[in-house]
């Protein structure tokens, strides 16, 4: 954040921006680090001493996208989004908003990004999906995640492709037990392809459950950070959460389910049409997976793959991919998933 000081002329035209004391903390963050963002994205300047903001254009910046962007963070405030620095410099880096919040690019020579395909956030994005067990709100937190949430609003089937630590299977679990708590569906079915015990299983120890149940582990992660533990178990008892190992879908029909194929590159071509044609009434599916790997052999092809070239464009089916900048990890996760694309 930068004071107020003397400007050599020409005198930039400010623009007064109405922000009370209590969302310009809120949005402020520590040491007005989420100001300072904003700065840099849109080539302004930020005065904030003074009541509300006054707001500055540097060497050409971008003052209306600065102003739209202010207002999309009120807007999710009043929402009951939970705001932090990190998630606001994910959308300001992905550009989350209208193409306006963008800076021309011939106006800014660190301008890179191709802003052509820049969705803005709808209502049901911009929403917390629900509140996890320790009460905070659970939302999109990238372009694509809100992409996602979107899309499985819109369709029955969604396909999600992209690396790991996007958030894919986490908000897959989230938006599959919004259903559930809902009353949209009636129960959640758990699917996962066990690759590396060759889809028999049988050497495992334990029931159907705990022979499966290492496969899941990332999804009952997720479970177990959004529901308490009594309900979890209430729902398992009741039947209500299923876990099931791909190999055992064969025959079936889910009705009002709310079904989650997780790791699906590794799926076989049978098998995903197999899968893809489980589907009831009323229900809906998310399958997501990284087309990039897989651990199926050389003489196997990977059926997500396939399947995402195939079903293009058919109606009802939504395609959603994800990228390296969507990663939510440690920092150094996106630069090495960078190296490797471009080695």
């Known amino acids: 954040m930068k004071q107020e000081r003397p400007i050599s002329t020409p005198i930039p035209t400010d623009q007064r921006y109405a922000l009370s004391d209590d969302l310009k903390r809120r949005i402020a963050g520590d040491g007005d680090a989420v100001f300072q963002a904003i700065e840099t994205r849109f080539g302004v300047e930020i005065l904030s001493r003074l009541p509300g903001l006054t707001i500055r254009s540097l060497d050409h910046g971008d003052v209306q996208g600065a102003i ?37 690019a011939e106006s800014r020579s660190d301008q890179n990004s191709d802003l052509s395909d820049v969705t803005p956030w709808s209502d049901a994005s911009l929403k917390p999906i629900l509140r996890n067990r320790y009460g905070q709100p659970v939302q999109a937190k990238t372009a694509s995640q809100a992409q996602l949430v979107d899309a499985v609003e819109q369709n029955d089937l969604v396909l999600v492709n992209g690396p790991a630590g996007t958030g894919k299977t986490f908000l897959a679990v989230a938006l599959a037990v919004s259903y559930l708590e809902e009353k949209r569906v009636e129960r959640i079915c758990l699917v996962r392809p066990a690759v590396e015990a060759g889809e028999t299983l049988g050497y495992l120890p334990g029931d159907l459950k705990e022979k499966i149940a290492p496969y899941l582990r990332p999804m009952y992660d997720a479970l177990n950070e959004l529901l308490p533990p009594e309900k979890m178990q209430r729902y398992h008892e009741q039947g209500q959460i299923e876990v099931a190992p791909l190999a055992y879908m064969r025959g079936r029909t889910l009705k009002r389910a709310f079904i989650i194929l997780d790791e699906a590159q590794n799926t076989t071509i049978p098998q995903m049409k197999m899968f893809l044609t489980r589907l009831g009434l009323r229900s809906k599916a998310i399958v997501a997976g990284d087309s990039s790997q897989s651990d ?38 996106q630069d090495i998933l960078t190296a490797y694309e471009e080695a």
């Open 296 to 333: 199926l052999d050389a003489r196997h092809a990977s059926g997500f793959a396939h399947s995402l070239d195939i079903l293009k464009g058919v109606e009802g089916i939504s395609q959603i991919q994800f990228q390296a900048r969507d990663v939510l990890r440690h920092r150094l996760v």
């Open 68 to 104: 739209l962007f202010l207002d999309q963070l009120k807007l999710s405030i009043h929402r009951g989004a939970d705001l932090d620095v990190e998630r606001i410099r994910q959308m300001l880096s992905d550009s989350l908003s209208l193409n306006s919040y963008a800076p021309k």
